[in-house]
């Protein structure tokens, strides 16, 4: 199943859509935490105001009432109290409850709600006013609990007739009242914080309203912020595009002192030192293909003279003339200075592809005549050693002298290094021709594979003398280039190596009609 990329996939993978997406993502950030604690600062000062007022107000309401109770009251005493104390609150609606000495809470209105027991507890181990936020169907509620002290005039604690007693609330809200003056009356009072609530839902409303312009103008320096970043990247990369292409003269300007200016003169450095060690290694190159067709144009004219020698030197041996030491020696003469004469050919044909000179003369061929001829040229079309399966016709447009050169380079590599039978196959399969040769020796090590074209390279490290120049493979597989082919090397699944020349066909090549 082919798969397709989708545009805004890689489009949401750009380092642009990134750094405003990080940009907006740090601003949210900031505005959310500056919000959270603004809500929680202007909570905590809403609650803590109601709560301060609650105190004052019920400790003033307190003061003014408590004088005129009779103690120990009576549940009619605490219930008239409650109701003087929820007629006092007027808009904070105070639903008020008085308990004497660990008593129920006594209320005058049926509405009032329940005391929580914490704050009983709180109030009576502390002897203080305590206040606590609850909940009660569904709304929040501010309940407060109050003791109320009394004293006499002679400065004696009362016996809890009232008469001679001033009865007053305990102002001290930080440390608790003297055990002996509080007079075992104990108010509470509760009111909902339904318009402190409004103002909090207004504070959470303000920021989310906030939040979506607070970010729509921090897109604003978000893609500024991105630009200013991409623009050297983008430099940098048509800076490296251009090197890749060739351009090592290219240079970049690099204003400034920040960090991508920094890269960027990394960027003019690398390009320098890769400019510097290109032409270097051009000249060296250059020189050595120019000493290699200078040594090998040298040898040709001695190496002529000695093959002419070694001509008659050979017609000698084959008489029988010559003594049967200077015979042996007279014939590795020979061919020694034919292999020496081969390599002398091997290199100028070499130079001659370096220095891109190397004719080409195309002709409209079978290459099943191409591969019969190679064969018959060189004996192996006789012996069995070789063999050729050549079903169909296969026309090419092809130099038949090169065709020649890679076929005979390639039967002689596998006569040489693998194990006959080696065979020698031609089929068609498109607009293109394939001919393969393989032979039935071990193959071609895994950790060759990648380097059999290579001039002068030798799998075999152990033999440098193997009887050829090492340059065979190299100057196939550039005839096959010069004839718009490929050569490539493998494995047999069974054993042995095989080489696949790959052409195209008559109809596709070329200058063809």
């Given at each position: 199943?082919?798969?397709?990329?989708?545009?805004?996939?890689?489009?949401?993978?750009?380092?642009?859509?990134?750094?405003?997406?990080?940009?907006?993502l740090a601003a949210a950030f900031g505005a959310l935490l500056t919000a959270g604690l603004t809500f929680h600062r202007a909570r905590a000062a809403i609650l803590d105001r109601a709560?301060?007022?609650a105190v004052a107000d019920l400790r003033t309401q307190l003061d003014s009432l408590a004088p005129d109770l009779t103690l120990p009251p009576t549940p009619e005493d605490l219930r008239?109290?409650?109701?003087?104390?929820?007629?006092?609150?007027?808009?904070?609606?105070?639903?008020?409850?008085?308990?004497?000495?660990?008593?129920?809470?006594?209320?005058?209105?049926?509405?009032?709600?329940?005391?929580?027991?914490?704050?009983?507890?709180?109030?009576?181990?502390?002897?203080?006013?305590?206040?606590?936020?609850?909940?009660?169907?569904?709304?929040?509620?501010?309940?407060?609990?109050?003791?109320?002290?009394?004293?006499?005039?002679?400065?004696?604690?009362?016996?809890?007739?009232?008469?001679?007693?001033?009865?007053?609330?305990?102002?001290?809200?930080?440390?608790?009242?003297?055990?002996?003056?509080?007079?075992?009356?104990?108010?509470?009072?509760?009111?909902?914080?339904?318009?402190?609530?409004?103002?909090?839902?207004?504070?959470?409303?303000?920021?989310?309203?906030?939040?979506?312009?607070?970010?729509?103008?921090?897109?604003?320096?978000?893609?500024?912020?991105?630009?200013?970043?991409?623009?050297?990247?983008?430099?940098?990369?048509?800076?490296?595009?251009?090197?890749?292409?060739?351009?090592?003269?290219?240079?970049?300007?690099?204003?400034?002192?920040?960090?991508?200016?920094?890269?960027?003169?990394?960027?003019?450095?690398?390009?320098?030192?890769?400019?510097?060690?290109?032409?270097?290694?051009?000249?060296?190159?250059?020189?050595?293909?120019?000493?290699?067709?200078?040594?090998?144009?040298?040898?040709?004219?001695?190496?002529?003279?000695?093959?002419?020698?070694?001509?008659?030197?050979?017609?000698?041996?084959?008489?029988?003339?010559?003594?049967?030491?200077?015979?042996?020696?007279?014939?590795?003469?020979?061919?020694?200075?034919?292999?020496?004469?081969?390599?002398?050919?091997?290199?100028?044909?070499?130079?001659?592809?370096?220095?891109?000179?190397?004719?080409?003369?195309?002709?409209?061929?079978?290459?099943?005549?191409?591969?019969?001829?190679?064969?018959?040229?060189?004996?192996?079309?006789?012996?069995?050693?070789?063999?050729?399966?050549?079903?169909?016709?296969?026309?090419?447009?092809?130099?038949?002298?090169?065709?020649?050169?890679?076929?005979?380079?390639?039967?002689?590599?596998?006569?040489?290094?693998?194990?006959?039978?080696?065979?020698?196959?031609?089929?068609?399969?498109?607009?293109?021709?394939?001919?393969?040769?393989?032979?039935?020796?071990?193959?071609?090590?895994?950790?060759?594979?990648?380097?059999?074209?290579?001039?002068?390279?030798?799998?075999?490290?152990?033999?440098?003398?193997?009887?050829?120049?090492?340059?065979?493979?190299?100057?196939?597989?550039?005839?096959?280039?010069?004839?718009?082919?490929?050569?490539?090397?493998?494995?047999?699944?069974?054993?042995?190596?095989?080489?696949?020349?790959?052409?195209?066909?008559?109809?596709?090549?070329?200058?063809?009609?």
């Amino acid at each position: 199943m082919r798969r397709f990329r989708l545009p805004f996939r890689s489009a949401a993978r750009g380092l642009r859509v990134r750094l405003v997406v990080a940009f907006l993502l740090a601003a949210a950030f900031g505005a959310l935490l500056t919000a959270g604690l603004t809500f929680h600062r202007a909570r905590a000062a809403i609650l803590d105001r109601a709560e301060e007022t609650a105190v004052a107000d019920l400790r003033t309401q307190l003061d003014s009432l408590a004088p005129d109770l009779t103690l120990p009251p009576t549940p009619e005493d605490l219930r008239g109290l409650t109701r003087q104390i929820d007629q006092a609150g007027g808009a904070r609606a105070w639903h008020a409850s008085a308990s004497y000495r660990g008593g129920e809470p006594v209320t005058a209105s049926p509405g009032t709600p329940p005391v929580p027991d914490e704050l009983r507890r709180a109030v009576e181990d502390s002897g203080r006013a305590v206040h606590q936020r609850t909940e009660h169907d569904g709304r929040p509620w501010l309940a407060l609990g109050m003791p109320v002290a009394y004293t006499d005039d002679s400065g004696d604690t009362g016996t809890g007739t009232g008469t001679d007693a001033d009865a007053h609330a305990d102002t001290d809200t930080d440390t608790s009242a003297d055990a002996g003056s509080l007079s075992g009356l104990i108010v509470y009072a509760a009111f909902p914080l339904d318009d402190d609530r409004a103002d909090i839902d207004a504070l959470v409303t303000a920021a989310e309203a906030g939040a979506v312009p607070a970010l729509a103008l921090a897109l604003v320096p978000a893609l500024f912020a991105a630009r200013s970043v991409l623009r050297p990247v983008r430099r940098l990369r048509h800076g490296a595009e251009r090197i890749a292409a060739g351009e090592l003269d290219t240079r970049l300007d690099a204003p400034g002192r920040d960090e991508l200016a920094d890269l960027t003169r990394s960027f003019n450095t690398m390009a320098e030192t890769l400019e510097r060690d290109a032409a270097e290694l051009r000249r060296l190159e250059a020189g050595a293909r120019r000493f290699a067709a200078d040594v090998a144009h040298e040898l040709r004219t001695p190496l002529a003279a000695m093959a002419a020698v070694t001509e008659v030197l050979d017609e000698d041996a084959a008489s029988g003339v010559l003594p049967a030491d200077t015979e042996d020696a007279v014939r590795l003469i020979s061919e020694e200075v034919r292999a020496l004469a081969r390599t002398v050919e091997d290199l100028m044909e070499v130079s001659r592809f370096d220095a891109k000179a190397a004719p080409v003369h195309r002709e409209d061929v079978d290459l099943r005549t191409l591969v019969t001829k190679t064969l018959q040229l060189r004996g192996w079309a006789h012996d069995g050693r070789v063999r050729a399966d050549l079903p169909e016709p296969a026309p090419v447009r092809v130099d038949p002298r090169r065709i020649d050169v890679v076929l005979g380079n390639l039967v002689a590599n596998a006569l040489h290094h693998g194990r006959p039978p080696v065979t020698v196959t031609v089929r068609v399969r498109g607009d293109r021709v394939r001919v393969t040769v393989t032979d039935r020796g071990p193959g071609i090590p895994d950790e060759a594979l990648p380097y059999v074209f290579d001039r002068f390279y030798k799998a075999d490290a152990a033999r440098p003398r193997s009887g050829g120049s090492g340059l065979g493979l190299a100057i196939a597989q550039e005839n096959a280039a010069l004839n718009d082919g490929t050569l490539t090397a493998a494995n047999h699944p069974d054993g042995g190596a095989v080489f696949t020349l790959t052409l195209p066909s008559a109809a596709s090549s070329p200058g063809t009609t």
